[in-house]
């Protein structure tokens, strides 16, 4: 199998952006892998101090160093803003009906040198799976058995993921049809993992045009098809804010994977054990206790969100 492209979507964070092609490009297959970089435009009327990250940005890319730690790098850039939902539909549905399979990133995340070893061997491994969604690389909610090195939840990663192009064409972007399917089914308790994460409140939203997430239109297309999706049990991504922070129960991800994963052919199912810690943690990240917890540490500089350049 071909190896799959990799789809990267920025809009204004030179720096984040310039940190996340780094760690890309120290992943073991990044000499023989198409890179796709998608630069959302600027808002109408948008001033220039909003328009110069965008120009920053853009000017990361137009160094020629990064064509050589790439097999191919392909930048497209929109002339005006369409936001990161439909630039991460568009351009995913793109590639991956060009390809036939995607790895997709976006431009706040750091990667283990192994990611893309991990996406390319269970894109391979699942490929025939039909009960696999997609493939997830950040692990900050569950931890299976000892010897695990893999497991399935019912929730899509959008901290790097992949997936191929018969089941992307399961995405549906009508989120109020997506809304009243899952009640039709009697899933919006399932969908809210029984109470412990309000992800109608935040479709609802999307519905209204209050936030835009392609993520919670992508899960409850998981869930409405029975789907299932694959996680390491060694997180391979990162978001920049939380690097260095290890407590996986406060959702915050623990160190990047610092060997190459094991992948070894599981059941498609998730376990009872993961689902409850999955539930705890999601619960865990509503709570005032959470809060809580997460403001008394960076008061006292247990903990810190900080980009480095």
Known sequence: MKLAPVALFAYNRPKHLARTLRYLADNVLAKETVLYVFCDGAKKNASAEALAPIAD???????????????KVIVIQQEINIGLANSIIQGVTQVVNQHGNIIVLEDDLITSPHFLSFMNDALKLYEKESKVLSIGACNFFAKPDDNATTFFTS????????????????????????????????????FN?????????????????????????????????????????????????????????????????????????????????????????????????????????????????????
């Open 155 to 190: 929730i899509p990663d959008c901290w790097g993921w992949a997936t191929w192009q018969n089941r992307w064409q399961l995405f549906n972007a009508d989120g109020v049809f997506l809304h009243a399917a899952l009640k039709a089914k009697n899933l919006m308790s399932t």
């Open 57 to 71: 940005t853009r000017a990361v890319l137009e160094r020629s160093d990064w064509t050589t730690k790439f097999a």
């Open 193 to 309: 993992l029984e109470g412990a994460y309000p992800f109608e409140r935040m479709l609802q939203q999307t519905i209204a045009g209050k936030v835009s997430s392609w993520a919670v239109r992508w899960y409850a297309v998981s869930l409405l098809h029975d789907k299932i999706n694959l996680y390491p049990t060694h997180s391979l991504t990162n978001h920049i804010a939380g690097e260095g922070a290890t407590h996986a129960n406060q959702n915050v991800t623990p160190p990047l994977a610092k060997e190459p994963i094991q992948l070894v052919p599981i059941e498609p199912k998730m376990l009872p054990k993961v689902y409850h810690q999955m539930r705890r943690t999601y619960w865990w990240q509503q709570s005032i206790f959470h809060k809580l917890s997460i403001y008394f540490q960076l008061k006292m500089g247990y903990l810190t969100f900080k980009d480095k350049d």
